[in-house]
C-alpha cells in the first residue's frame, strides 16, 4: 500500500493527468511486470521506487527525474515486447545512472550449446497467409545467421529447438504473461532452452503496412531472446524493448552484432552480412499483397483481418483499400485487387485515410503530413496539400463526410476535426475530444456513411453503426460476418490455422 501511496504522490507532483491514482496503479504493475520492483514486497521504501522510475527512464532515454511525469507514463503506455527488463548484472539494483552494462546475456552459460537450430511456425496470425509468414520468419532468422556462427533450418512438423506461435490472452504462461489486446506487451519469448516466441493474436500484423505492427520485426527482435539475449539500453538497438518502425538503415545495432557475437562467435570466413531496412521494404511490400500460393481464401484478402481505409464514390461502390492496392465492391460483387495509382495516378503508394465528399464529388487521401484531392482519377491542381497548412493532424486514423454538419471530420487519437470542403480551412473550435462520439474506440481505422444516413465506423474486424438522427451507436459486430455491402461472402477458413 505504501508503494502504491507513493506513486500517486509522485503522480500528481509531476503531471496533471486527471486520474492520479488510477494511472498510479498502472505504473506500479508495469515496474513490477518489468522487473523493476519486486513482486514479492509487501512494501518499497520512497528511495526503492525512486530508483525503479530512474532505472527506467535512463533505459528507456527519458530525463532521469525519478517521477511519474507525462513522457515517463506515455513511454510505459507504448507498444514493446513482454520480456522483464530483468537488467541483472548489467545494471546494479543500486542505480546511480551512471553505471554501463556488463553482459548481453541474462546468465553465463545460458545459450545453445549448437550452432544449428531448427525452429517451427505453429500457427499464423488471420490477416496474413502461411506464405507470407514463412517468408517473414525466414527473414528474421537470417538477419542473425548473416552476422553471426548459427545457421537456421525451419521444419514443417515434428520437434524443433525453437516454436513460433500466435495466442490471445492467457495461454498458459502464467497471469504475467497474459497478452492484453492490440497496443502493450507484442510479443514474448523464453531464454534458450524452452525456445519459445509467443505473439499477441488480436494485434494487427502487416509486413509493409502503415497501421500496425511490422511482424517480421518483432520475430527478429523475439528471436534474439530465444538464442539468450536480453534487452539493449541501447537506443537504436533491434533488442531495445520497445517497438520501432522499420528505418532505411541497418538493422542490426553495433550492440546487437557484438551481443550476438559474444554468445555464437563470427559467421563462416567472418563474412557479416548486415540487412537495411530501406532494401526490404519493397519485398515486404510484395509479400504483404502478394497471392496465397496454396490457393488461398475464396474472400478478398482484406476479409482475413484488417484494411488500411474505407469509403464510397459517388456511385454508391464501397472503396476498400489496403496497402497499395483497392477493392472496389457494388451490390456484394467484388472486383479483383488493383494498384492505386490505376485510378489515381500520382497518389501514394499507400493510404491512412480517405474520404469522399459529395459537396463537390471529389475524393480525400490522407497519409502522414499530406492529403491528396481528385476529381475522378484527376489530382486537383495544388495537391498534395500538407496537413499543417489545413489546420489538419499528421497520420489521422480515419476521415468521412458528415451529413448532419455538411463537413469533412478526420479522427485523431483522442480528438476529431471537422474541415469545410470549400474553405479548406478547420472549423472553429476543433479540434474536440473523441468522447463527444460516445461508444467509439480511439484507433478507428475506416469509417463511411451508406445511404440510408447510418455511418458506420471500423477498428480491426470490429464495426460500430452510427446513427446520427439519434446521436449514438445502434449496432456492433464483426464486419466480415454482419455486412453483406463490405463484399465478404463466405468466412475465411480458419481449418490450417490451428495449433499443431
Known amino acids: 500500500?505504501?508503494?502504491?501511496?507513493?506513486?500517486?504522490?509522485l503522480l500528481c507532483v509531476q503531471t496533471s493527468v486527471s486520474s492520479p491514482v488510477s494511472t498510479a496503479a498502472q505504473a506500479q504493475g508495469f515496474l513490477e511486470r518489468y522487473g523493476y520492483l519486486h513482486k514479492e514486497n509487501e512494501s518499497h521504501s520512497t528511495a526503492e521506487v525512486k530508483s525503479a522510475i530512474r532505472e527506467f527512464q535512463w533505459l528507456s532515454q527519458l530525463p532521469v527525474t525519478g517521477g511519474l511525469d507525462r513522457v515517463t507514463l506515455e513511454k510505459m503506455s507504448s507498444p514493446r515486447c513482454g520480456v522483464q527488463d530483468a537488467w541483472g548484472q548489467r545494471v546494479s539494483r543500486d542505480f546511480t545512472g551512471r553505471q554501463l552494462r556488463k553482459k548481453r546475456s541474462p546468465q553465463t552459460g545460458e545459450k545453445w550449446h549448437k550452432r544449428h537450430l531448427t525452429y517451427r511456425i505453429m500457427n499464423w496470425p488471420r490477416n496474413l497467409s502461411p506464405s507470407q509468414v514463412h517468408m517473414a520468419v525466414k527473414m528474421a532468422f537470417q538477419l542473425w545467421s548473416n552476422v553471426s556462427g548459427l545457421i537456421f533450418q525451419e521444419l514443417q512438423q515434428g520437434p524443433a529447438d525453437i516454436r513460433l506461435a500466435f495466442f490471445e490472452g492467457e495461454h498458459n504462461d502464467g497471469t504475467g504473461n497474459a497478452f492484453d489486446g492490440p497496443g502493450g506487451a507484442l510479443a514474448h519469448a523464453f531464454f534458450p532452452f524452452r525456445g519459445e516466441a509467443h505473439f499477441d493474436l488480436s494485434e494487427r500484423w502487416t509486413l509493409n503496412g502503415l497501421k500496425g505492427h511490422n511482424l517480421f520485426l518483432v520475430t527478429a527482435h523475439e528471436i534474439g531472446h530465444t538464442l539468450g539475449l536480453v534487452h539493449s539500453p541501447v537506443r537504436h538497438a533491434l533488442m531495445s524493448p520497445y517497438y520501432k518502425k522499420m528505418g532505411s538503415n541497418a538493422l542490426l545495432s553495433w550492440d546487437d552484432i557484438t551481443a550476438i557475437q559474444q554468445l555464437y562467435g563470427k559467421p563462416a570466413g567472418d563474412s557479416v552480412q548486415q540487412l537495411a531496412g530501406g532494401a526490404l521494404r519493397w519485398a515486404m511490400r510484395d509479400w504483404q499483397t502478394s497471392p496465397d500460393p496454396k490457393g488461398g481464401s475464396r474472400t478478398p484478402q482484406y476479409c482475413q483481418g484488417f484494411f488500411d481505409a474505407v469509403t464510397m464514390d459517388e456511385d454508391g461502390t464501397?472503396?476498400?483499400?489496403?496497402?497499395?492496392?483497392?477493392?472496389?465492391?457494388?451490390?456484394?460483387?467484388?472486383?479483383?485487387?488493383?494498384?492505386?495509382?490505376?485510378?489515381?495516378?500520382?497518389?501514394?503508394?499507400?493510404?491512412?485515410?480517405?474520404?469522399?465528399?459529395?459537396?463537390?464529388?471529389?475524393?480525400?487521401?490522407?497519409?502522414?503530413?499530406?492529403?491528396?484531392?481528385?476529381?475522378?482519377?484527376?489530382?486537383?491542381?495544388?495537391?498534395?496539400?500538407?496537413?499543417?497548412?489545413?489546420?489538419?493532424?499528421?497520420?489521422?486514423?480515419?476521415?468521412?463526410?458528415?451529413?448532419?454538419?455538411?463537413?469533412?471530420?478526420?479522427?485523431?487519437?483522442?480528438?476529431?476535426?471537422?474541415?469545410?470542403?470549400?474553405?479548406?480551412?478547420?472549423?472553429?473550435?476543433?479540434?474536440?475530444?473523441?468522447?463527444?462520439?460516445?461508444?467509439?474506440?480511439?484507433?478507428?481505422?475506416?469509417?463511411?456513411?451508406?445511404?440510408?444516413?447510418?455511418?458506420?465506423?471500423?477498428?480491426?474486424?470490429?464495426?460500430?453503426?452510427?446513427?446520427?438522427?439519434?446521436?449514438?451507436?445502434?449496432?456492433?459486430?464483426?464486419?466480415?460476418?454482419?455486412?453483406?455491402?463490405i463484399g465478404c461472402h463466405t468466412n475465411p477458413s480458419l481449418r490450417d490455422n490451428e495449433l499443431l
Request: hydrophobic share 40%; glycine share 8%; aromatic share 16%.
Open 1 to 9: 500500500m505504501e508503494v502504491f501511496v507513493l506513486l500517486s504522490a
Open 318 to 485: 464501397v472503396l476498400v483499400f489496403q496497402g497499395h492496392r483497392f477493392w472496389a465492391v457494388f451490390n456484394g460483387s467484388v472486383s479483383a485487387p488493383l494498384p492505386l495509382h490505376t485510378r489515381w495516378p500520382k497518389l501514394s503508394l499507400a493510404i491512412e485515410a480517405a474520404a469522399f465528399s459529395p459537396l463537390d464529388s471529389k475524393l480525400y487521401f490522407f497519409k502522414g503530413r499530406q492529403i491528396w484531392r481528385y476529381s475522378g482519377s484527376d489530382l486537383d491542381p495544388g495537391f498534395p496539400m500538407k496537413s499543417s497548412d489545413l489546420g489538419l493532424p499528421n497520420h489521422p486514423d480515419c476521415a468521412f463526410f458528415y451529413q448532419p454538419l455538411g463537413r469533412m471530420v478526420l479522427f485523431r487519437g483522442s480528438r476529431y476535426y471537422v474541415l469545410n470542403p470549400e474553405s479548406l480551412s478547420v472549423e472553429p473550435y476543433y479540434p474536440r475530444a473523441l468522447r463527444d462520439w460516445k461508444g467509439l474506440p480511439r484507433g478507428l481505422n475506416g469509417a463511411l456513411t451508406r445511404p440510408d444516413g447510418k455511418l458506420y465506423f471500423f477498428k480491426e474486424q470490429q464495426h460500430w453503426r452510427f446513427d446520427p438522427g439519434k446521436v449514438r451507436i445502434t449496432a456492433t459486430g464483426q464486419w466480415a460476418e454482419k455486412l453483406p455491402w
